[in-house]
Nanobody, 126 residues
Framework: QVQLVESGGGLVQVGGSLRLSCAAS????????MGWFRQASGKEREFVSG????????YYGDSLKGRFTISRDNARNTVYLQMNSLKPEDTAVYYC???????????????????WGQGTQVTVSS
């Protein structure tokens, strides 16, 4: 089993940037396709971005491509989410998730991911 721990959240002003990290332990990160989800207060958890175990074919949620960039470093067992031009509507708890890789396609639905981190809060102030 893999354990996931997010870090890098915080308070940032509109237009600012943050880089989230997700550190994996217990099993090699290279065994997993990885995703980032977020959940704003009172809303459903939504897909933000995903990347396959090889680090190719990144996927992004609607309207996020161009502002967010996902990457991974399997040697460091870490996945990153670079977030630029942040908006108040990006305020949420951000979760890292892992799905045992069975191919190169990345799932965009919450139920496809078996492992989750505890989340990190991102707050964008206007």
């Amino acid at each position: 089993q893999v354990q996931l721990v997010e870090s890098g959240g915080g308070l940032v002003q509109v237009g600012g940037s943050l880089r989230l990290s997700c550190a994996a332990s217990g099993r090699p990160l290279s065994s997993y396709n990885m995703g980032w989800f977020r959940q704003a207060s009172g809303k459903e958890r939504e897909f933000v971005s995903g990347i396959n175990w090889r680090g190719v074919r990144p996927y992004y949620g609607d309207s996020l491509k161009g502002r967010f960039t996902i990457s991974r470093d399997n040697a460091r067992n870490t996945v990153y989410l670079q977030m630029n031009s942040l908006k108040p509507e990006d305020t949420a708890v951000y979760y890292c998730a892992g799905a045992l890789a069975r191919g190169l396609d990345v799932a965009t639905t919450r139920g496809a991911y078996e492992y989750w981190g505890q989340g990190t809060q991102v707050t964008v102030s206007s």
